[in-house]
């Protein structure tokens, strides 16, 4: 959530916190949309080197200025 203030977005989308996991319609319904709900992204990260999801990105490291400009 830090990284995603960093880049000054509001919205953020993480599949296993925005999909209800244990609601089998709620997961089928979404899992069929999210063709749309990622092309409509702005940004997409994906952290696949993480062991859970409290493990944060690997290999990043807070900076105090970002390398590149956002264009709106």
Same mark, same amino acid.
């Given at each position: 959530?830090?990284?995603?203030?960093?880049?000054?977005?509001?919205?953020?989308?993480?599949?296993? $916190?925005?999909? $209800?996991?244990?609601d089998v319609d709620d997961r089928?319904? $979404?899992?069929?949309?999210?063709?749309?709900?990622?092309?409509?992204?702005?940004?997409?990260?994906?952290?696949?080197?993480?062991?859970?999801?409290?493990?944060?990105?690997?290999?990043?490291?807070?900076?105090?200025? $970002?390398?590149?400009?956002?264009?709106?």
């Amino acid at each position: 959530m830090q990284f995603i203030r960093g880049l000054r977005y509001h919205y953020l989308w993480i599949d296993a $916190l925005c999909i $209800l996991q244990d609601d089998v319609d709620d997961r089928r319904q $979404l899992i069929h949309s999210m063709g749309q709900i990622y092309e409509n992204a702005i940004c997409t990260i994906v952290d696949a080197a993480g062991i859970d999801a409290d493990c944060g990105f690997y290999n990043v490291r807070p900076r105090q200025h $970002l390398p590149y400009e956002t264009v709106f």
